[in-house]
């Protein structure tokens, strides 16, 4: 046989048999049946997610914080905080959640600017707190 044939079989050989094996493993790989020595660099986690914690009280607290913005910012072009997501939908809502991470302070080296010193109403430690840990554990709109 001429070593020309030879070498085009064996491509012939390598291509059907990456068209064979590559939908084996993108399906086993959706099953879920991934082996475990594979990094998970390459997309594949074998290791089961863990089921999300609920963020309802934490979310009911922040609009409460939140809502006493509503008195002093109800005539500017605020939101009102207790619709959530805020200005009623999810881009618009983190949009929101930069402003409110800025003004209170959450940046690294920036000072809280909302509410002003002169504002009837300051926030306890406990309500930054609050604040700090909704902003920190992704600030979920629901």
């Not at 079989?9 to 086993?28: C, D, S």
């Not at 089961?48 to 509503?70: D, M, Q, W, Y």
């Amino acid at each position: 046989m001429h070593p020309r044939k030879n070498i085009m079989m064996y491509i012939w050989l390598l291509g059907a048999a990456i068209r064979v094996l590559i939908p084996i493993i993108f399906l086993a790989m959706s099953l879920g049946c991934a082996p475990e020595h594979i990094p998970a660099s390459y997309g594949v986690n074998p290791q089961p997610k863990p089921e999300p914690e609920t963020n309802g009280p934490l979310i009911a607290e922040v609009k409460l914080i939140l809502s006493r913005c509503n008195g002093c910012h109800a005539l500017e072009r605020v939101p009102a905080f207790d619709e959530w997501p805020i200005e009623g939908n999810l881009a618009k809502h983190q949009a929101w959640v930069i402003s409110i991470r800025r003004s209170m302070g959450f940046d690294s080296g920036r000072p809280r600017t909302m509410p002003p010193p002169s504002s009837p109403w300051q926030p306890s430690p406990e309500q930054i707190a609050t604040l700090q840990k909704w902003y920190e554990v992704g600030a979920p709109n629901e």
